[in-house]
């Protein structure tokens, strides 16, 4: 009786069907990460647009917008707090009292959801601190201002941006990554700070060197509440801030996209590498007159 022979794989298919395999797993990889990305954008997208309707309802309550920052330094998301459902933090701060007193100290460690970007691995700056990812325009919110919807939007609510998000500092004193330290100067520095003032210090790599920014979203100065745009975004110059009172700064991403709140409640995905700094200032001042560029 004659035994038929068995057909078996030769090395040549095992490697084809192999690198099949390998081919398949790093396509199923790269769409999982793709939708997780989307994920994540998309949720913080939806706190930015959360912040921003909070703007307006505090608008319609009080008949002007938060102050960026107020004499005790507390920030606008603060004032927003009972209008993002936190009630019971906003309950537990008191205003008559600097945001950094021991009487606010459990408000200030509490972390917000809505105030943090899934997009940034890091969530937390200081552990007596809940951090922030979403800085307010200071074109609109600064010291004691006392802006209002919509008259001071001559520009459109739809053409100017309220609230930008950015990556947070990661604590170290050391210039390793701009988007992560900024340069911290004195007040007294504020006058003469222009874009390239950073440099030289940055350089240095250790001497005014901070690394926490948007550290607590109680904290409403420059760099930790507010921002200017005097930087195009993701620039690879370095943040300054003059004591918080102001300075030169933008918003920082991981990847080229900038996720920007506009007055309107909308949110838009803005490419850094794309957008011109012409438009993006425009797009910051809410009464400059002019028309935003065909890169917006």
Same mark, same amino acid.
């Given at each position: 009786?004659?035994?038929q022979k068995?057909?078996?794989f030769?090395?040549?298919d095992?490697?084809?069907?192999?690198?099949?395999?390998?081919?398949?797993?790093?396509?199923?990889?790269?769409?999982?990460?793709?939708?997780?990305?989307?994920a994540?954008?998309?949720?913080?997208?939806?706190?930015?647009?959360?912040?921003?309707?909070?703007?307006? =309802?505090?608008? $319609?309550?009080? @008949?002007?917008?938060p102050?960026?920052?107020? &004499?005790?330094? *507390?920030?606008?998301? /603060? #004032?927003?707090?009972p209008?993002?459902?936190?009630?019971?933090?906003?309950?537990g701060?008191?205003?008559?009292?600097?945001?950094?007193?021991?009487?606010?100290?459990?408000?200030?460690?509490?972390?917000?959801?809505?105030f943090?970007?899934?997009?940034?691995?890091?969530? =937390?700056?200081? $552990?007596?601190? @809940?951090?922030?990812?979403y800085?307010?325009? &200071?074109?609109? *919110?600064?010291?004691? /201002? #006392?802006?209002?919807?919509?008259?001071s939007?001559p520009?459109?609510?739809?053409?100017?941006?309220a609230?930008?998000?950015t990556?947070?500092?990661?604590?170290?004193?050391?210039?390793e990554?701009?988007?992560?330290?900024?340069v911290?100067?004195?007040?007294?520095?504020l006058?003469?700070?222009?874009?390239?003032?950073?440099?030289?210090?940055?350089?240095?790599?250790?001497?005014?060197?901070?690394?926490?920014?948007?550290?607590?979203?109680?904290?409403?100065?420059?760099?930790?509440g507010?921002?200017?745009?005097?930087?195009?975004?993701?620039?690879?110059?370095p943040?300054?801030s003059?004591?918080?009172?102001?300075?030169?700064?933008?918003?920082?991403?991981?990847?080229?996209?900038?996720?920007?709140?506009?007055?309107?409640?909308?949110?838009r995905?803005?490419?850094?590498?794309?957008l011109?700094?012409?438009?993006?200032?425009?797009a910051?001042?809410?009464?400059?007159?002019?028309?935003?560029?065909p890169d917006?």
């Amino acid at each position: 009786m004659r035994t038929q022979k068995r057909s078996a794989f030769s090395t040549y298919d095992l490697l084809a069907i192999l690198l099949i395999v390998i081919f398949l797993l790093a396509f199923l990889i790269l769409a999982v990460q793709k939708v997780r990305e989307a994920a994540t954008r998309i949720s913080s997208m939806n706190n930015l647009k959360q912040m921003v309707l909070a703007m307006h =309802s505090y608008n $319609d309550a009080n @008949g002007l917008l938060p102050p960026g920052v107020d &004499d005790n330094n *507390f920030s606008a998301a /603060s #004032k927003l707090l009972p209008y993002i459902e936190q009630f019971q933090v906003y309950n537990g701060i008191d205003f008559k009292k600097g945001f950094d007193d021991k009487a606010n100290a459990k408000a200030k460690a509490t972390v917000i959801k809505t105030f943090l970007s899934p997009r940034d691995p890091i969530q =937390s700056v200081r $552990d007596d601190s @809940g951090a922030t990812n979403y800085l307010f325009n &200071d074109f609109l *919110f600064f010291r004691n /201002s #006392k802006s209002k919807i919509p008259q001071s939007f001559p520009d459109g609510l739809s053409n100017t941006i309220a609230i930008g998000e950015t990556l947070k500092g990661d604590g170290k004193a050391k210039a390793e990554d701009v988007k992560r330290q900024y340069v911290l100067l004195g007040s007294a520095a504020l006058r003469g700070v222009k874009p390239d003032s950073g440099k030289s210090y940055w350089k240095e790599g250790v001497k005014n060197i901070a690394g926490d920014r948007c550290a607590s979203w109680m904290d409403g100065r420059f760099l930790q509440g507010t921002f200017n745009g005097k930087l195009k975004p993701n620039d690879e110059r370095p943040d300054v801030s003059c004591g918080g009172e102001g300075g030169v700064s933008t918003l920082r991403s991981l990847d080229d996209n900038i996720l920007l709140g506009l007055g309107d409640g909308s949110v838009r995905l803005e490419n850094a590498k794309t957008l011109t700094f012409t438009t993006w200032s425009n797009a910051l001042d809410p009464a400059d007159g002019q028309v935003l560029g065909p890169d917006w």
